[in-house]
């Protein structure tokens, strides 16, 4: 029922930058808190960037800060993740990953749902 469909991964130089989208439906989209996680293989997930579910708090892994800026447009329930100043170490298989309330958690237990990722892919 829940469907995350994330796009906009690719390959970018070091220093380059990348924007992912996220295209959300059968929910209550604006209801709920919603982040951007990503994950190398062999590897756990990580948090990325969360925003609460009426855009009024963002959030920011130590990692990314400063770099990434997260957005929503709830009326297209969607959600956005920009990427600047991008880094080989970025490099994971992104996720859009609904949480259970309003507010962002950051642990897994916070992650209700995910869609399928988009790769990004940071080399020169």
């Known amino acids: 029922q829940v469907q995350l469909v994330e796009s906009g991964g690719g390959l970018a130089l070091p220093g380059g930058s990348l924007r992912l989208s996220c295209a959300a439906s059968?929910?209550?989209?604006?209801?709920?808190?919603i982040s951007w996680a990503r994950q190398v293989p062999g590897k756990g997930l990580e948090w990325v960037s969360g925003?609460?579910?009426?855009?009024?708090?963002?959030d920011y892994a130590d990692s990314v800060k400063g770099r990434f800026t997260i957005s929503r447009d709830n009326p297209k329930t969607t959600l956005y993740l920009q990427m600047n100043s991008l880094k080989p170490e970025d490099t994971a298989l992104y996720y859009c990953?609904?949480?259970?309330?309003?507010?962002?958690?950051?642990?897994?237990?916070?992650?209700?749902?995910w869609g399928q990722g988009t790769q990004v892919t940071v080399s020169s």
């Open positions: 990953v609904k949480g259970w309330k309003s507010a962002v958690a950051h642990g897994p237990g916070g992650f209700a749902s």
């Open positions: 059968g929910f209550a989209f604006s209801a709920f808190a």
């Open positions: 925003i609460y579910s009426d855009g009024s708090v963002t």
